[in-house]
């Protein structure tokens, strides 16, 4: 295949890709919150959440060379929807890695409380404008300074979602320039708050 060939059918693989993963973000907002897709939290495991969340962005952040700290408790057990919230925490932790530099890291590390277990997920990456932070979690909403970068604006409107409907919340605080850092409370019981 001539080399103008090749190029052409490597960008219309890649068109496709985002088109597919645009589709299937919508299709699953579309479902959650017609209630066709119900989020039911159970006694699950935070390190095995942390784990595989972990493990579905490594390959990314391995690429841009991002050093990944996580410290947490193992024993930690506490009341979500693993496959859903599993969802919810690869996006943040995708955007996590999409908007840290090469050579940056990324932090994730758990606090407990009575009613809650706090998952933090801390980077050092462009950061969010302190009049934009209540906006990221808006579908489709992406500020004008990451338009360089992929996406649609529908990871952390999902993520908040899940998280909502699984009796949690999650916070965010940032520094243009030098980072954020993002808090999913989980529930300690089945009891939603």
């Known amino acids: 295949m001539p080399e103008q060939a090749r190029k052409l059918v490597n960008e219309i693989a890649s068109q496709s890709g985002k088109l597919s993963f645009l589709i299937q973000a919508l299709v699953k907002t ?3 919150e017609t209630g066709i897709i119900s989020v039911n939290p159970q006694p699950s495991s935070v ?3 942390i784990t595989t969340s972990v493990h579905a962005i490594k390959t990314k952040a391995d690429e841009k060379n991002i050093t990944l700290n996580i410290k947490f408790n193992r ?3 506490t009341c979500f929807d693993l496959k859903w919230t599993e969802e919810a925490m690869i996006n943040i932790l995708d955007n996590a890695v999409k908007y840290t530099p090469t050579g940056g890291t990324i932090s994730i590390s758990t606090t407990g409380y009575e009613l809650f277990t706090r998952i933090n997920i801390e980077d050092n990456g462009i950061g969010i404008e302190k009049g934009e932070v209540n906006r990221i979690f808006q579908r ?5 300074k990451v338009s360089r970068y992929e996406g649609v604006g529908i990871g952390l409107y999902l993520a908040r979602e899940i998280i909502t409907a699984g009796g949690g919340y999650i916070k965010v605080a940032s520094e243009p320039g030098k980072g954020s850092v ?3 409370f989980l529930p300690n019981s089945k009891e939603k708050t």
């Open 30 to 32: 579309s479902r959650l």
């Open 182 to 184: 993002f808090w999913v």
């Open 75 to 77: 024993n930690i057990e």
């Open 47 to 49: 390190a095995e959440l």
């Open 140 to 144: 489709f909403y992406r500020s004008p």
